[in-house]
């Protein structure tokens, strides 16, 4: 028996979908989990994966049609089979009384508050158009659109932010003046406006009583000449939890998830032009010591301007560490190709109120992570973040 295949919620805030194209067409033999077309969301183009297998006998929802979730889109049965369902009517966003559409009428008739989406001032546009319009503080009615019927899709959005460097020009003022973009400058703006666009981010939160770190960080300085760093000990337990969670040691990449081999652990350092993020490599396999060492080689590199790209490129991982700037907590932009980045804090002495209910003083700091929710669940990065904590606050 034919079956009416409906819009389906490709995301939890879809209310309605743009068919993009059809890559199935009618006549065409359809398995279960073939992709029938690709719909634009209000989050991004996404592929409809068919629910049914059998013959697609009708489309009813054409290309650059929006259409509500639920409305039929196509109809797949036997090969043959008499569809019953009639072809559903091309105009959008018209309420159109159904059986006026069984007389021969030429033209649909509209209630009397209703007005013809041609007839309006105001361009049809797609749902992640609008949002991304909204994102990038751009006025839709000034956006050519380049889809059907001229309709503004994500495309002709991304092409007038490209146009536009900014929403509102800033008004001149007395005394103004102009600073030219370095080319490391433009390559962070791209780079992390990209990912903040791109990536899903959402973010977690743990507070770390940190006087056991702080403790063994002292004696272990107190029997050596090496002094080693509180960056040094963050890098390590990341690269030793990461062990138990690899998911997030990875990385996005057309439409597949690589699972890195190596743990290569970013640590973003402040320049006066911007941040560059030199990397210690090979985590996993390498004493607190090790890491150290090779940690301030990087640094001293930095800051004396001589980093190679060999030295920052290909993380898996990033630290940020605004602590020492008196911040005490703050959340980060993802580093691509990265998944996750780790925010810390600064040390201070906080009140904590204990298993015995009774109020103690502790040394604490605030670590926030910043995940890419295409790779990492929230049920992932959260055990993650709270072991880290578990082996910070027992790492005597």
């Given amino acids: 028996m034919a079956e009416n295949i409906p819009m389906l919620a490709l995301s939890p805030t879809m209310e309605e979908g743009v068919i993009v194209k059809w890559i199935k067409q009618e006549g065409d033999t359809v398995a279960q989990g073939d992709v029938l077309c690709e719909v634009e969301t209000d989050k991004a183009t996404m592929d409809y994966e068919s629910p049914v297998e059998g013959t697609l006998l009708q489309i009813t929802a054409t290309e650059g049609q929006s259409v509500a979730i639920g409305d039929t889109i196509a109809v797949i049965g036997e090969p043959g089979e008499q569809v019953e369902t009639p072809k559903r009517p091309q105009l959008q966003n018209v309420s159109v009384d159904e ?51 001229g309709r503004v899709v994500e495309a002709d959005v991304k092409q007038a932010s490209k146009l536009t ?16 973009i370095t080319p490391k400058r433009k390559l962070i703006a791209k780079t992390l406006a990209g990912s903040k666009f791109t990536s899903p ?50 990385s996005w990449q057309d439409d597949r998830i690589i699972q890195h081999g190596t743990i290569d652990i970013a640590l973003a350092v402040s320049q006066p032009d911007g941040l560059i993020a030199p990397v210690v490599r090979q985590c996993q396999s390498k004493s607190l010591t090790r890491i150290d060492t090779e940690l301030k080689a990087l640094v001293e590199k930095t800051k004396a301007g001589s980093l190679t790209s060999a030295d920052y490129a290909n993380s898996t991982f990033t630290i940020s560490n605004l602590g020492s700037f008196g911040i005490d907590e703050f959340t980060a932009i993802i580093n691509p190709p990265n998944s996750a980045i780790l925010a810390v804090g600064k040390m201070s002495k906080q009140t904590v109120v204990g298993n015995d209910d009774k109020i103690q003083i502790h040394n604490c700091m605030t670590l926030t992570l910043s995940c890419d929710h295409r790779i990492i669940d929230g049920t992932i990065g959260a055990k993650f973040l709270t072991d880290i904590k578990d082996m910070i606050e027992g790492s005597v």
């Fill in 99 to 149: 059986e006026k559409l069984q007389e021969p009428v030429a033209e649909p008739i509209l209630p009397e508050t209703s007005v013809h989406p041609l007839l309006t001032d105001k361009p049809r546009s797609s749902p992640l158009a609008r949002k991304l319009a909204e994102l990038h503080g751009l006025d839709i009615t000034d956006i050519k659109g380049t889809g059907p019927n």
């Fill in 165 to 180: 460097p900014v929403a509102i020009a800033p008004v001149s003022r007395p005394g103004d003046e102009v600073i030219e």
């Fill in 201 to 250: 981010h959402y973010y977690l939160k743990v507070n770390v009583i940190a006087d056991n770190l702080i403790e063994t960080r002292k004696k272990l300085n107190a029997d050596s000449d090496h002094k080693i760093s509180i960056n040094a000990f963050l890098i390590k337990f990341v690269a030793e939890v990461m062990q138990r969670h690899p998911v997030i040691n990875s």
